[in-house]
Each structure stands twice: as structure tokens, then as C-alpha cells.
């Protein structure tokens, strides 16, 4: 079975400042690893996924996530905070070659301070 | 692509009603998904078709709930005699393939008085 741990409920940084948003993952095969956004009312947008192939991740938005096996890490960082970066995020992980549904962690809630 | 919608948006219900949520995916879109997300949680998923057929059902939280996809196109979720611990954000997901990324309708949110 495969899990997902986001450490941090919420985070807070300045605008101009670094986000980095941290996320750890348990997978008994190789994991496809994803991270969604999340603002308020609205449902799910994928920000940036790892499948195979390189390692460092480029999304929108100018986000970008590391894939560190072992580490089992997929942390998401963003050089400059912008005020409409506030948003719950969500880590979410799918073994490679099993069941379609994704599994996600509890997500963290990104405040931005001006 | 006018992306997934869902409908109703917002559900507001008695205990012990029956509640039936829309999914329409992305034309094309041949598998569909379903999730539930409760308040501080991420969304936990409940149950996946591919075209009409439903792959994975065991994740379906009880047998008050089910799901269908009749025609290979929209689906619709059905929770029987709804409980306070229903009250939730029920989301929908639909990918052109298996491997595929999923987009994510903006949900319906139940609320069972």
C-alpha cells in the first residue's frame, strides 16, 4: 500500500521569499508522483507530475519538485512567493503499474504575508 | 474542452435521504474517478470506470454508496439513506488514458443535517 505524508499543515513565507513544501511517500513499486493546487471553491489543478525520466520537475506557475528515491522525497519549491500562490496544495502518489486512484496526503495550506 | 463539470454544486440534505451527484468528464475522456475529500483532508479515492465498466469498487465507503457510468460518458454517484458522516466534498476526475493525468471537476459539497 502506498502513502503520503506532507509535513506542515500550513506554511507561511513572505512575498519574494522561497516555498518549499515538503512531501514523503511510501510505494512498494515505482511511484508516479503528482502535486495539485487547490484554491478556495474550486477542485483540483495538477501543478506538476514525475513519471520517469528526469528527476527535477517543471510545472506551472513556476513551480518545480525533485524526485529523491532515496530520500523517498517529492518536495515542491518555488524561488519567489506570490500572493496569488495562496492555495492549499496536495501531494499525491500512484504506484506505477497498479490501481488508477490516487492516493494523497493531507495536504498544506500556503499563506503568503506581504 | 470545457473541462469536467459537476452538478449540483452545493446539496443540502436530511439523514436518511437518498442524494445522487452528476459527473460529466472531458469529451473523450475514457476513464473517470471519483473521490471524497472531508474537511482537512486530502481527497480519499473512492472508485474508477473505464468507458461503462467500473474497475475498482472495493474503495466505496460503504454499501449505501454506489456508481455508474451507463453510456461510457457521464457518471453518477448515489449515497442511500445519507448519514451526518457523509457531509463532504465529492469530487470528480476524468483522464484520456490509464496513465493519464487526471483533471478534477470543482465538486459537489453535501451537506447531510
Known amino acids: 500500500a502506498q502513502s503520503v505524508t506532507q509535513l506542515g499543515s500550513h506554511v507561511s513565507v513572505s512575498e519574494g521569499a522561497l516555498v518549499l513544501l515538503r512531501c514523503n511517500y511510501s510505494s512498494s513499486v515505482p511511484p508516479y508522483l503528482f502535486w495539485y493546487v487547490q484554491y478556495p471553491n474550486q477542485g483540483l489543478q495538477l501543478l506538476l507530475k514525475y513519471t520517469t525520466g528526469a528527476t527535477l520537475v517543471k510545472g506551472i506557475n513556476g513551480f518545480e519538485a525533485e ?7 517529492f518536495h515542491l519549491t518555488k524561488p519567489s512567493a506570490h500572493m496569488s500562490d495562496a492555495a492549499e496544495y496536495f501531494c499525491a502518489v500512484r504506484p506505477g503499474g497498479g490501481a ?15 | 474542452d470545457t473541462g469536467v463539470s459537476q452538478n449540483p ?8 435521504q437518498n442524494v445522487t451527484f452528476r459527473c460529466d468528464p472531458i469529451s473523450e475522456h475514457n476513464r473517470l474517478y471519483w473521490y471524497r475529500q472531508t474537511l482537512g483532508q486530502g481527497p480519499e479515492f473512492l472508485t474508477y470506470f473505464q468507458n461503462e465498466a467500473q474497475l475498482e469498487k472495493s474503495r466505496l465507503l460503504s454499501d449505501r454508496f454506489s456508481a455508474e457510468r451507463p453510456k461510457g460518458s457521464f457518471s453518477t454517484l448515489e449515497i442511500q439513506r445519507t448519514e451526518q458522516g457523509d457531509s463532504a466534498m465529492y469530487l470528480c476526475a476524468s483522464s484520456l488514458e490509464r496513465l493519464g493525468t487526471q483533471y478534477f471537476g470543482p465538486g459537489t459539497r453535501l451537506l447531510v443535517l
Open chain 1, 67 to 73: 524526485f529523491k528515491k532515496s530520500e523517498t522525497s
Open chain 1, 100 to 114: 488508477d486512484g490516487l492516493t494523497f496526503g493531507k495536504g498544506t495550506h500556503l499563506i503568503i504575508q506581504p
Open chain 2, 9 to 16: 454544486r452545493h446539496k443540502i440534505t436530511k439523514r436518511g
